[in-house]
């Protein structure tokens, strides 16, 4: 596939970045190295205060698909995903880690898949897990390809998968989706896991593939916002940081926990099927597996009180976890 020369690219790939200096060039040459070559790489530097900049200017003075950006200001982690939305171009869209790495034939392979499926909205590979060493701990499947017909069934499926009583790495997140689909979704919310809420609504527009090639590296090490963050409030600080106050936040602060952010969580669920679900009779059915499925599988909150008294793995044990599994599904 030769680069465009003219026009839209095929393929808009956004970066949003602070202080990635570590692994930043590693990410970028991945990206820059896919036999897919129809794309653009946007990145987002959010007021980086180490070596990110220079980095980024000199990708982008020697490769033409390259835009670099930067804000004046720390916005937050979820404004600066998002705000590569409106920057896209592309037919698909994909974000991309600064901390990840794409193999060669990522986008080729994805890109393919959703042009011979019209009804699938994201498609996504299979994964190495990696160290900050970058040595594989183990292969990993998310599970979450789901060709279910209609919105009700795809949507109980992925949450019995990613919400219920397991949640995964979220690995279909840095996936390939079409972007006219994406924009009807909320995006990344000014909420902790609000990855997980937008793969929900993407559930409820259309199919999803997950393909059996491994071709992505995502990088799990102490300094992600997950494990370097353990208090909740800096973990909602990081993800949100300079960003107005919204009815998420005010309702976080009153439950400022586990528990509060899986209400969240199910409130934004049925706001969705409203949104995203346009035929009556399937809204009224999505509705109502949710609830049965809330009330007849509770353990979503036995797990979540249990966080919110702090009996939370570590960073360490997770990678510790990962590590003991040679071929690893979600838990």
């Known amino acids: 596939m030769s680069r465009h020369s003219k026009g839209a690219p095929r393929v808009s790939i956004g970066l949003p970045v602070y202080n990635g200096e570590d692994y930043l060039r590693e990410a970028i040459d991945s990206i820059l190295s896919q036999s897919f070559e129809d794309f653009e790489l946007i990145i987002s530097d959010n007021a980086s205060t180490d070596g990110t900049q220079f980095i980024c200017e000199h990708y982008a003075k020697s490769d033409s698909r390259i835009r670099y950006l930067r804000n004046d200001v720390n916005i937050g982690a979820a404004p600066n995903y998002n705000c590569l939305i409106s920057l896209a171009r592309g037919e698909y869209f994909k974000w991309a880690a600064h901390d990840d790495n794409c193999y060669e034939d990522f986008l080729a392979e994805c890109v393919s898949a959703l042009d011979n499926n019209p009804d699938v909205v994201l498609c996504y590979p299979s994964t190495h897990v990696i160290d900050g060493e970058g040595k594989v701990l183990c292969d990993y499947r998310d599970n979450l390809g789901l060709l279910q017909d209609s919105p009700q069934e795809r949507l109980i499926a992925y949450l019995r998968t990613n919400f219920m009583r397991k949640t995964g790495m979220c690995n279909p997140i840095f996936g390939v989706m079409r972007l006219s689909e994406l924009h009807k979704t909320r995006l990344i919310q000014e909420f902790l896991s609000s990855d997980r809420l937008l793969l929900a609504h993407l559930t409820l527009l259309g199919k999803s593939i997950e393909l059996r090639s491994i071709l992505f590296q995502r990088r799990v090490h102490l300094g992600i916002s997950t494990m370097a963050n353990r208090n909740f409030s800096d973990r909602l600080a990081w993800f949100s940081s300079g960003a107005k106050s919204t009815g998420s936040r005010k309702f976080l602060s009153r439950f400022n926990n586990f528990i509060g952010l899986r209400l969240l969580h199910i409130r934004d669920l049925y706001r969705a099927i409203s949104e995203l679900v346009e035929n009556d009779a399937e ?48 838990s």
């Open 283 to 330: 809204r009224r059915r999505c509705r109502t597996a949710l609830t049965c499925l809330l009330f007849s599988d509770p353990k979503w909150l036995y797990i979540s009180a249990k966080y919110s008294l702090g009996f939370r793995p570590t960073g360490q044990d997770q990678i510790n976890s990962l590590a003991k599994n040679s071929t690893t599904t979600n």
